[in-house]
């Protein structure tokens, strides 16, 4: 195992996060380098473990995808022997992480004022449902529920259809990252001030920030937000069309792509007819515009367009299937495929890393880690506990 030599290389993390925005947050740190120490629950561990099929050795492949480049130790933080090691723990950290609700850390003595006294260096990240204010604050968040309340289901889908969920849980993702970058500002602020600082990060708040430029339509006009299935609210020909053989993506960008598109297809005259020659006439005659663009699509298979448009500089692509984008040559060549080993499945491949430094390489150092791994190493190696003070922790069900 190659040690860190990352951006982040020294850091150290205790992640008390489960499912999926903590960990994916904690897990791209881990990827920069920082040394990221896991607690779980004894016995159960984080709740994705069991989030399956499909599974590998007993690994459930979610939990896999977003929690390598980390040490797992068991702790039972309901007692007051394991907040004891939490507390630890802590006072060597350099960021900590939960998802906890409101209050769970203060009901077991973490207080602002314990934080303020025990690890002043300390950047803390809490990752809510809807913040530590509000009238919603007490409530838990899920990554449907906010995709519904946020709006961003009812832009997603069939214009003449019903609101649709994302395919992946893109609140969550967004909200990781999000947390991810907070982190790594306030770390930054820590050279000038010395001092460690609390950040929050909620679904609420990512959801309607992952609105954009549909939420500041709204705001500015007063109107839109609705669904276009694969479409544009403010930008023609930008959807998904069926060749002869296969569906295509095509995504015109400006005015003089959409000229370069006509050509290709056998109509210059359509970038001289009013209707169609800026962008603002084409967004009001869309169906029009779509539908010419599908039956001259229609008269060639899809590669064959493909090649035309992109000899042109018109964005265009296939639409892939999953297996289909992993395995294509420019996953490969990018490394966004890797192979790490795992103590029970053996080799295991996994999505690589999506930043790259020229100078402070990132790696997948270590495979997501079987529940309570590294619990003796931790304790022992980095905490000095005694092997007679750990087998006793066992015992007692602290570990």
């Known amino acids: 195992m190659s040690e860190a030599a990352g951006p982040l290389a020294g850091l150290r993390v205790v992640d008390l996060t489960r499912i999926l925005a903590g960990p994916l947050c904690a897990m791209m740190l881990g990827d920069m380098g920082a040394d990221i120490i896991k607690v779980e629950p004894p016995g159960t561990g984080d709740d994705t473990r069991t989030w399956g099929p499909p599974f590998a050795e007993g690994e ?17 933080l309901a007692v007051p022997a394991g907040q004891k090691i939490l507390a630890d723990l802590v006072r060597k950290a350099d960021v900590l992480i939960d998802n906890f609700k409101l209050g769970t850390l203060d009901k077991w003595g973490f207080t602002d004022a314990w934080f303020e006294n025990n690890a002043p260096r300390l950047v803390r990240c809490s990752i809510t449902g809807y913040g530590s204010s509000g009238p919603k604050a007490a409530l838990p968040g899920y990554d449907f529920i906010l995709q519904a309340e946020s709006g961003l289901m009812s832009i997603c889908g069939a214009a003449d259809g019903g609101p649709t969920k994302y395919g992946v849980a893109i609140v969550d993702v967004c909200t990781g990252m999000l947390a991810c970058n907070a982190i790594q500002a306030a770390l930054n602020s820590r050279h000038t001030t010395n001092k460690g600082q609390k950040v929050e990060v909620s ?8 609105l954009v430029n549909v939420a ?29 053989d296969a569906m295509i993506a095509l995504a015109v960008g ?37 539908g010419m663009i599908e039956d001259a699509l229609k008269r060639d298979n ?23 984008a992993l395995n294509d040559e420019h996953t490969a060549a990018r490394k966004m495929v890797e192979t790490v080993e795992h103590p ?48 006793q922790l066992h015992h007692d069900k602290v570990i």
């Open 216 to 244: 500041s339509n709204v705001l500015v006009s007063g109107k839109g937000g609705g669904r276009f299935g694969n479409g544009h609210p403010s930008i023609v020909p930008y959807t998904t069309y069926n060749a002869k």
């Open 203 to 210: 679904l609420y708040e990512s959801s309607l920030f992952m």
């Open 302 to 324: 899809a590669d064959a367009w493909l090649e035309k448009l992109k000899a042109v500089g018109v964005p265009c692509g296939k639409i892939n299937s999953v297996a289909g």
């Open 60 to 76: 459930a492949a979610y939990f896999l995808g977003v929690n390598r480049n980390k040490r797992s130790v068991t702790l039972n």
């Open 344 to 391: 029970t499945i053996g080799a295991l491949k996994m999505l690589g890393i999506p930043f790259k430094f020229s100078d402070t390489e990132c790696t997948v150092r270590r495979a997501p880690p079987t529940l309570g791994q590294h619990t003796d190493e931790i304790l022992g190696d980095e905490l000095g506990l005694d092997a007679k003070t750990i087998a």
């Open 254 to 290: 400006n005015d003089g792509q959409f000229a370069r598109c006509a050509e290709v297809f056998g109509h210059p005259e359509w970038a001289k007819d009013e209707r169609f020659a800026e962008n603002r006439a084409r967004v009001v005659n869309r169906v029009v515009c779509d």
